[in-house]
């Protein structure tokens, strides 16, 4: 696996379309507080970057790609506005996206090895529960709460993921559908 830097940037802003005071970020932010009040909306210059409603990297999460966002909060329904960012590394693969996804927490339940997108786990799996547990071998994953990529979504680099319900501390912790963050994102 080859892997390279990258260098990602992303404006906030104080508020809509641009306007205010405006703070450049080009890393991980756990806390954005101490640069900003508040922030209504963002642009990013380069990157793929996933932005949070809460500080370290908690609460709801939502993947930006290089455009501008002047009124995030009307396009996602965001009642708060965003307190930390973490950016996605960029990685090119030599071989293809691997995750094992499992029907029940702790790898328990039916696995199905995955390298491609898929719009529901309920059509092509039969799981009415969804995904609740998986093992991102490679690649970077988004996951979603609803069928064909619709609702709250949730970042997922390689590494083991056991238990969603008390990573997040939700209690109907599942995923209908996820996607590959392809390279051509960036």
């Known amino acids: 696996m ?8 992303i404006i906030f802003y104080e508020e809509r379309n641009f306007m205010g005071r405006s703070w450049e970020c080009s890393s991980d932010c756990s806390d954005m507080s101490s640069y900003m009040s508040r922030c209504h909306s963002c642009r990013v210059e380069s990157g793929c970057w996933m932005v949070y409603d809460r500080a370290n990297y ?5 993947f930006l790609r290089k455009g501008e966002y002047g009124d995030y909060m009307s396009m996602w329904g965001f009642n708060n506005w965003i ?16 995750m094992r996804a499992y029907e029940r927490e702790n790898y328990m339940g ?35 709460e609803h069928p064909n990529y619709m609702g709250r979504m949730w970042y997922f680099g390689p590494g083991h993921y056991r238990n969603f319900r008390s990573m997040w501390g939700m209690s109907n912790m599942r995923f209908m559908s996820m996607r590959r963050i392809m390279d051509s994102w960036y």
């Open 58 to 62: 908690m609460g709801n999460q939502y």
């Open 110 to 144: 039916q696995m199905m090895e995955m390298s491609d997108d898929c719009d529901s786990f309920m059509d092509r799996y039969q799981w009415s529960h969804g995904c609740m547990s998986c093992h991102v071998m490679d690649g970077h994953w988004l996951m979603y």
């Open 83 to 98: 307190r930390s960012c973490r950016m996605i590394p960029r990685v090119r693969y030599s071989g293809s996206y691997r």
């Open 2 to 9: 080859l892997i390279k830097t990258y260098l990602w940037q």
